[in-house]
């Protein structure tokens, strides 16, 4: 096992904000990592409450801290105090990671990255000129929607309990998207609908790849949003849930002969970006992994 190190005067300071931020999870994946690395670093999580992340991003400032990554409520709340913002984060309209250089901050955002990432780490490939549907219309459903439509696939049918939150999600990005796309032969049709709608099983049973967003999946006990049977063999099912490892719909598409990828790669892979932005080292991912077990 690495030893700890010790923490002095030159250890610098990455960290993570949130309200709740005690069931974070980040700071023992990532701390395992600057160890295994022999970086004197120390990652620290930071209870920020709503009202507070102004004084927050000034009291990073001022100590000097290198690095944070930002997890709810504060996706959104950050944007106002950055100094610059990539073109995913800005696309996808929240931040989870900033870096402090020279008194100024940088905003980006890792989950979509990160997601492309784990589906690649399994062998498997974006379904370039494919079709895909995405469950759930939150953060982490912006992110991915995002990431796949910049990664070329053909259609995206964000589904989700209330429906009409799914709707403005696709024209929102449609419009943002296609911004990005005028100089590209390539057009992704973003569609949102209900749970319920008449479409989405066809939508299912005809995608290359089909993603679960909705944290219901942390309950074992809560009905599948979709129907088994929509599922076909040649679907990779990707749930980015990742407590418990093997959600009730990754057993269930198991079960029907797909190609599935749990939620732990994607936690990994996204922290591992943001450890190799604050400290120029690429960290060891199965480190990171086996700290996550």
């Known amino acids: 096992m690495d030893k700890l190190h010790t923490i002095t005067g030159q250890t610098r300071i990455v960290g993570v904000i949130g309200a709740p931020v005690s069931h974070s999870r980040s700071p023992q994946m990532h701390n395992a990592a600057l160890t295994k690395a022999g970086l004197d670093y120390i990652y620290v999580p930071f209870h920020v409450s709503?009202?507070?992340?102004?004084e927050a991003m000034k009291g990073f400032k001022a100590l000097n801290v290198v690095g944070i990554n930002v997890t709810l409520p504060h996706k959104q709340a950050v944007i106002p105090f950055l100094t610059?913002?990539?073109?995913?984060?800005?696309?996808?309209?929240?931040?989870?990671t900033l870096s402090f250089v020279d008194g100024e901050i940088h905003g980006e955002n890792t989950d979509a990255p990160?997601?492309?990432?784990?589906?690649?780490?399994?062998?498997?490939?974006?379904p370039v000129g494919e079709d895909v549907v995405v469950l759930g219309a939150g953060g982490s459903a912006r992110a991915i929607v995002v990431a796949l439509a910049l990664a070329g696939v053909?259609?995206?049918?964000?589904?989700?309990?209330t429906g009409s939150k799914a709707?403005?999600?696709?024209?929102e990005l449609s419009e943002k998207i296609s911004e990005q796309e005028e100089e590209s032969e390539h057009k992704t049709i973003l569609k949102g609908m209900g749970l319920q709608d008449s479409q989405l099983p066809d939508a299912v049973k005809g995608s290359a790849l089909l993603v679960n967003t909705a944290t219901s999946s942390m309950d074992t006990t809560h009905p599948l949003l979709i129907q088994p049977d929509w599922l076909q063999p040649s679907t990779i099912v990707y749930d980015i849930v990742y407590t418990p490892p093997m959600t009730t719909l990754l057993t269930t598409a198991a079960e029907k002969g797909c190609k599935i990828v749990g939620g732990i790669g994607m936690l990994v892979h996204q922290g591992a970006i943001a450890f190799e932005r604050w400290t120029g080292v690429e960290p060891c991912v199965n480190t990171m992994r086996e700290a996550l077990s």
């Open 167 to 171: 709707v403005g999600l696709a024209e």
């Open 84 to 96: 610059s913002i990539s073109r995913e984060a800005e696309l996808i309209g929240a931040v989870n």
């Open 114 to 126: 990160g997601f492309l990432r784990a589906l690649e780490e399994t062998g498997a490939s974006v």
């Open 154 to 161: 053909r259609s995206v049918v964000i589904a989700n309990r």
């Open 50 to 54: 709503e009202d507070a992340v102004a």
